[in-house]
């Protein structure tokens, strides 16, 4: 069936880069999103990304989606201890495109 | 806009006791969706409406489970009986299907915890 997978914890040092990966199985999502969940708190919107592009820079935030491959990846520049929280990638379904799938969430750990 | 609204935040209640979570979507979406969250499972859709209608419903865990939409602006999620099982986050979501981007917003969640 449909899936979307990533890795559930990435731990990094203040400062660096953190690049938090996704696949996913549907070939026909037409959009991907990354949401995050800070502490004790509900899923923001960070970005997203059109299935027909490649990249989508917003600030720190970058986007990479290779579609061949069906990889999904949220790159975050110059890490900070904000920045703590779990990340879900999630992909719309082949048949709606307001029911996605979800990933499992991927923790960013921050390392002063 | 306040985006999404839901009450309680925290419940704490009994086993066998009846619980409603309540959901307020943001004016003008037309599409709305209950969320559970746990450690185990991770994040899972029990429901969702469009133009208040049930549309999908098949992640429900079980009779016990309930979701209404009487109106535009409001929803309720109903456990009755509830059991310690059910204990987990419960999140309302909205969107605007048909829209360029029909992106969920989430609301703060529900913390539930059944003794």
């Known amino acids: 069936g449909e899936d979307v997978e990533q890795s559930l914890f990435l731990s990094v040092r203040e400062g660096d880069s953190s690049v938090i990966n996704c696949t996913y199985t549907?070939?026909?999502?037409?959009?991907l999103y990354w949401y995050k969940q800070e502490p004790g708190a509900g899923l923001q919107l960070l970005t997203y990304?059109?299935?027909n592009m490649d990249m989508k820079q917003d600030q720190r935030l970058t986007v990479l989606l290779n579609k061949k491959d069906k990889h999904l990846s949220l790159r975050i520049a110059d890490t900070q201890t904000g920045d703590s929280a779990i990340y879900f990638c999630?992909?719309?379904?082949?048949?709606?495109?307001?029911?996605?799938?979800w990933g499992a969430g991927t923790k960013l750990i921050i390392k002063p | 806009d306040a985006g999404v609204i839901q009450s309680p935040r925290h419940e704490v209640t009994e086993m066998g006791q009846e619980v409603t979570l309540r959901c307020k979507p943001i004016?003008?979406?037309?599409?709305l969706f209950w969320y559970r969250q746990t450690m185990m499972r991770g994040l899972e859709l029990l429901i969702y409406f469009n133009n208040n209608v049930p549309i999908d419903d098949s992640g429900m865990p079980e009779d016990r489970f309930s979701a209404k939409m009487p109106n535009a602006s409001f929803s309720t999620l109903k456990i009755q009986p509830s059991e310690p099982r059910d204990s987990a986050v419960y999140f309302c979501?909205?969107?605007?299907?048909?829209?360029?981007?029909?992106?969920?917003?989430f609301g703060p969640g529900t913390r539930l915890l059944v003794l």
């Open positions: 990304i059109f299935s």
């Open positions: 979501a909205s969107s605007l299907v048909g829209g360029r981007l029909e992106t969920q917003y």
């Open positions: 004016s003008g979406h037309n599409s």
């Open positions: 999630a992909a719309s379904r082949r048949d709606s495109n307001y029911q996605l799938i």
């Open positions: 549907d070939s026909s999502s037409t959009y």
